[in-house]
């Protein structure tokens, strides 16, 4: 079976530009995911969606900040304006329903210079 | 306090060394423990999950809750190089947030052959 899929694996850009990010659930989950990992704070969530609804937005940092599902099977998370704090590695994870395991993608590994 | 504290290790033990990997947390509202496993450059790796407190056994790794201590463990017999990876614990409570994970910042672990 296939798992999460996010593309793309790496981005490097400059500073003020726009970043996509995408995801691909495991077909058949309802729950999506947006997850950021740094050494500092570790895994930290950003937005949950349930049945492409967003339920709980409370993790994004800023309005530079946006996440959509306009479907079951595709999510975007996009920053705009990027800053050089944005870097991170940003993992997107979905689940059959909300209270069961999370499966995680291999993330977008996210430099902003 | 943090909610849930982990060793960052690094730990560092030989091939065939029984491993005890180790949370502890704060908020008595936790139901559900989970481990992950993250090898580096790629997404956390779902291997334990359990509810409530006891132990649980798949193959070579145990896990053990013990909610009076508010203490989590993770043991791994006959470790072998290929279990060189980051261990992250996670923990959620049951109810209306029972999808918000709060995980540990992992430990690193590596098994020499």
């Known amino acids: 079976d296939a798992g999460v899929i996010q593309s793309p694996r790496h981005e490097v850009t400059e500073m003020g530009q726009e970043v996509t990010l995408r995801c691909k659930p495991i077909s058949g989950h309802n729950s999506l995911f947006w997850y950021r990992q740094t050494m500092m704070r570790g895994l930290e969530l950003l937005i949950y969606?349930?049945?492409?609804?967003?339920?709980?937005d409370s993790g994004m940092p800023e309005d530079r900040f946006s996440a959509k599902m306009p479907n079951a099977s595709f999510s975007t998370l996009k920053i705009q304006p990027s800053e050089p704090r944005d870097s991170a590695v940003y993992f997107c994870a979905s689940s059959l329903v909300e209270d069961q395991p999370q499966h995680f993608g291999d993330g977008t590994r996210l430099s902003i210079l | 306090q943090k909610e849930v504290e982990q060793d960052p290790g690094p730990l560092s033990v030989p091939e065939g060394a029984i491993v005890s990997l180790n949370c502890t947390y704060s908020?008595?509202?936790?139901?559900?423990f989970m481990w992950y496993r993250q090898y580096s450059r790629k997404g956390p790796e779902l291997l334990m999950y359990t509810y409530s407190s006891g132990n649980k056994e798949d193959g070579r790794f145990t896990a053990q809750v013990d909610k009076s201590s508010k203490y989590i463990s993770l043991f791994i017999r006959d470790s072998q190089p290929s279990d060189s990876a980051t261990y992250l614990c996670a923990m959620s409570a049951r109810g209306g947030s029972n999808y918000k994970l709060t995980f540990g910042k992992g430990t690193l672990l590596t098994v020499n052959p």
């Open positions: 908020n008595s509202a936790f139901q559900y």
């Open positions: 969606f349930n049945n492409n609804v967003p339920i709980d």
